[in-house]
């Protein structure tokens, strides 16, 4: 079976692979959120950053570089004649060796899904601050408007040199809070340009000079159960662990092992080994359960604001109004615009929290990776780049 699946990595044909120690195929898992999930995420542009981050990423390209060159050694090692022999009389050997490749697999496609997060993350900011920037740039507009019309209210002898300096403080407050969101969109796009490998001037193209933080939210149909089997590095351990309690004479582990049992008390390395395999389920479920908490609450959060938002916006447009018409103070229309920009932002703030949240669940829940990740179509280096792997 070892050569099997090794002249598979190698790069011939592929199918269905069945795997030791009762653990099925990734392709017949059955989980809600797996695969590529930046690819039904509904916005072209996260998508294509995503990939070419994983398809340029120096250390996933050196790590596939090693999992072909001991697939290459390993079917090497399998057509010798004096291992051919060995398999005769057992096939522990065999067994412990498929068992560390399989890990070594699994720990890639973990790694992958690790980046996909990584830079979805980097690019929600991305968009986040975008759009912060568009709404202060046209509450900026105003209040130059809002100082316009103080201006005029002035030299009409209606009002005092107050609402001309609260005008003008605002205004100099709004542009100090422009080139500081500016400042941070710059290095955000540098953040995603070092995560992805491309250029900066490509990724100001990309993200264009309007953004929106993408409206991604979890199925609340995925949420009922909670199905790890597709988790890489839960996979990784359970056959990381596998070989080591071969490789000490004993019988691979069973991956249906009782993950809530404290199992019987005792010293020996099956145990042990069991007991960690325990716990690392169970923090995998605490990890889904604090990622499906922190996006019902940003959810809330967004709603919440969504209805708020609704209100700061009339009364802002109320005050003006009313302050051109001289029946209102300037404070009062201070007081309405700061309102409205707070508000503003918060929701802009919940949304991409609530895409960051479903983002990590996706990935707490073994998304981010497919089978074809582990097989020959592993990433290279692009056409004269040239990556030096240890």
């Known amino acids: 079976m070892v050569l099997l699946f090794l002249f598979c990595m190698a790069g011939c044909a592929s199918g269905p692979t069945a795997l030791p120690f009762d653990r099925p195929a990734p392709e017949q898992n059955t989980g809600r959120a797996l695969g590529h999930w930046w690819q039904k995420a509904g916005d072209p542009v996260l998508a294509a950053v995503i990939e070419n981050g994983l398809a340029r990423d120096p250390a996933l390209i050196c790590e596939a570089h090693a999992l072909r060159l001991a697939a290459d050694r390993a079917r090497g090692h399998g057509e010798r004649i004096d291992v051919r022999i060995s398999r005769l009389f057992g096939n522990n050997g065999a067994e412990e060796a498929e068992a560390r490749h399989l890990a070594a697999l699994y720990r890639y496609a973990d790694h992958r899904a690790a980046r996909a997060a990584e830079i979805a993350t980097a690019y929600i900011e991305a968009r986040r601050l975008q759009e912060v ?92 159960e909670i199905d790890l089997a597709e988790r890489p590095d839960l996979l990784a351990l359970h056959y990381r662990l596998s070989a080591k309690v071969i490789g000490k004479g004993g019988s691979p582990l069973s991956a249906h092992v009782d993950k ?58 109320d005050a003006r109004l009313a302050y051109r018409n001289g029946t209102e103070t300037f404070a009062t229309l201070f007081v309405a615009e700061a309102a409205l920009l707070a508000v503003e932002e918060g929701h802009v703030a919940a949304r991409a929290e609530l895409a960051v949240a479903t983002i990590q669940s996706w990935r707490d829940r073994g998304g981010g990776w497919s089978a074809a990740d582990l097989g020959a179509d592993m990433p290279k280096s692009a056409a004269g780049e040239v990556i030096a792997c240890e």
């Open 133 to 224: 920037l568009f709404i202060r740039e046209n509450l900026q507009a105003q209040y130059a408007d809002n100082a316009e019309i103080a201006g005029f209210r002035r030299e009409a002898g209606l009002v005092s040199g107050i609402d001309t300096g609260l005008a003008d403080s605002f205004l100099g407050l709004g542009a100090s809070g422009l080139q500081l969101f500016r400042t941070r969109l710059e290095e955000a796009r540098s953040t995603l340009s070092r995560l992805t490998s491309i250029e900066e001037a490509r990724v100001l193209e990309l993200l264009g000079n309007q953004g929106r933080v993408p409206d991604i939210a979890i199925d609340a149909g995925g949420l009922e």
């Open 260 to 317: 809530q049992a404290d199992g019987p008390p005792g010293d020996s390395s099956r145990e042990q080994e069991r007991a960690l395999y325990r716990d690392a389920w169970a923090k995998a479920h605490t990890d889904v359960e604090r990622a499906r908490s922190a996006a019902n609450a940003a959810a809330a959060r967004q709603v919440d604001l969504s209805k708020s938002m609704v209100i700061a916006r009339r009364t802002a447009e």
